[in-house]
């Protein structure tokens, strides 16, 4: 049974590029969550797509934008890159998005942007 | 590997002995709650959950105390093993509907062999 896989695993970057982080949910789960991760500190909810549309938003701007595919893998899109966007970004799945069901979180993907 | 956080709060325990982690939560609405731990370089991996019904849930060596008087959250780890060291976090779901996850700070347990 395949958990939550991520690519790639380390990234870097410089300011004003673009970036795509992709995300393959758990073996069964059709919900996928993202999440930003700054050192130090714990996980902060970016969105989290179900049957392909963005069903939930966090405080996060436009410039980050996502996708899910029908076979329920997700991307997360970051634009016009800057300095404060390195960070360690989780991906989730579950089951659903309506109900409390437990996520569970991929490695991560780690973006330093220089 | 990396580190997860290098100003976080930590609890130094000996192999052996019990280890309490504490949170306090936010949101006096919030219904349902988790527990992950975080080793170095790793995702969140899920402990254990409880729901607002609930003010205890056990698990194997560990419990969750839920107070919801005081929005206080607890990890008990029974017997704490030195592969018990990392960080762990409270979440709280916050959404009215949906399935967002708001996370504590964090705390390093650290397992004095």
């Known amino acids: 049974d395949a958990g939550v896989t991520q690519s790639p695993t380390h990234l870097i970057k410089t300011r004003g590029q673009q970036v795509t982080l992709r995300c393959s949910p758990k073996s069964g789960h059709d919900t996928v969550s993202w999440y930003q991760q700054a050192l130090g500190q714990g996980p902060q909810f970016i969105f989290q797509?179900?049957?392909?549309?963005?069903?939930q938003r966090g405080n996060f701007p436009d410039r980050f934008s996502g996708h899910q595919f029908p076979n329920y893998s997700s991307e997360l899109n970051v634009n016009a890159l800057l300095l404060g966007d390195s960070a360690l970004y989780l991906c989730a799945s579950s089951l659903g998005w309506a109900n409390q069901e437990t996520q569970y979180f991929g490695p991560g993907t780690r973006l330093l942007v220089l | 590997g990396e580190s997860v956080g290098l100003h976080l709060p930590t609890l130094s325990v000996q192999e052996g002995d019990n280890s309490i982690i504490n949170c306090a939560y936010s949101n006096s609405a919030s219904d349902y709650f988790i527990w992950y731990k975080q080793e170095s370089g790793k995702g969140p991996q899920f402990i254990i959950d409880i729901r607002s019904n609930m003010d205890k849930r056990q698990g194997q060596r560990v419990t969750v105390l839920l107070n919801k008087t005081v929005k206080h959250l607890s990890l008990q780890i029974a017997a704490t093993q030195p592969g018990d060291s990392a960080v762990y976090f409270c979440?709280?779901?916050?959404?009215?509907?949906?399935?967002?996850?708001?996370f504590g700070g964090g705390t390093r347990l650290m397992v004095k062999p």
């Open positions: 797509y179900y049957e392909e549309e963005e069903r």
């Open positions: 979440a709280e779901n916050t959404g009215n509907a949906g399935n967002m996850l708001t």
